[in-house]
């Protein structure tokens, strides 16, 4: 598959542990993106990296980081985890984001459940 | 700040009858109007843009920058049409290219 993986495809865990979603974009995509959706709530964006640096933030909480190796891929980590962080978090890539196309490819997302 | 408004979380429509997913937005520069879609056990994938001004599977979506919307709109439903769909915002500037989306609409073609 030369679309965008994810990993793993669901995680259960309990409140107060600290998970790391895994993110390959697709193959020549030099930017990732990560999202958040929760229940009654759209897609949320997190954070952009760009051929390993931090291109843009959004709400994301402090007790959530994120990195792009040096291969591209892309950890989503969340740690002291709390109920209301149950959601289902998606990575997306593109090619090159100055581009006229801005399509965004997504992954088929990780479902996190918080206990 | 970015907003993308849709204002139907549920849309059911007849087989052969016209649709219209409503979709309005907020932001004060230059913004990129997409169209996403999720059918059932697939991923989120990209229907349409603005800025390509092309129709996707009979589907069309004018930018209307007076009104702020970006409606879609298809002439004669399908029942392969049933789906979420998301309208999603982006800057036209480099170095600002996340997506802003909208809570999305269900719709669901009855037969």
């Known amino acids: 598959d030369s679309g965008v993986t994810q990993t793993p495809k669901h995680l259960i865990t309990a409140t107060g542990q600290r998970v790391t979603l895994r993110c390959s974009p697709r193959?020549?995509?030099?930017?990732v993106y990560w999202y958040q959706q929760s229940l009654d709530q759209g897609l949320q964006f997190l954070i952009q990296?760009?051929?390993?640096?931090?291109?843009a933030k959004g709400n994301i909480l402090e007790r959530f980081s994120a990195q792009q190796f040096p291969d591209l891929h892309s950890e989503l980590n969340l740690s002291s985890l709390e109920l209301g962080d149950s959601a289902l978090y998606f990575c997306?890539?593109?090619?090159?984001?100055?581009?006229?196309?801005?399509?965004?490819?997504f992954g088929p997302g990780t479902r996190l459940t918080v206990l | 700040a970015q907003r993308v408004t849709q204002p139907e979380k549920l849309l059911s429509v007849f087989k052969g009858a016209p649709v219209e997913l409503k979709c309005n937005y907020s932001y004060s520069g230059s913004p990129e109007l997409f169209w996403y879609v999720q059918y059932s056990r697939q991923r989120l994938q990209l229907l349409l843009r603005?800025?390509s001004r092309e129709s996707i599977k009979g589907f069309t979506a004018d930018l209307n920058k007076g009104e702020t919307s970006f409606h879609l709109k298809k002439p004669f439903a399908q029942e392969e049409d049933s789906a979420m769909y998301y309208c999603?915002?982006?800057?036209?500037?480099?170095?600002?290219?996340?997506?802003?989306f909208g809570t999305g609409t269900r719709l669901t073609i009855i037969p």
């Open positions: 193959s020549g995509d030099l930017s």
């Open positions: 603005h800025i």
């Open positions: 990296y760009y051929n390993g640096e931090e291109r």
């Open positions: 999603a915002l982006s800057s036209l500037n480099f170095g600002n290219e996340k997506l802003t």
């Open positions: 997306a890539s593109s090619v090159d984001p100055g581009l006229a196309n801005k399509e965004q490819f």
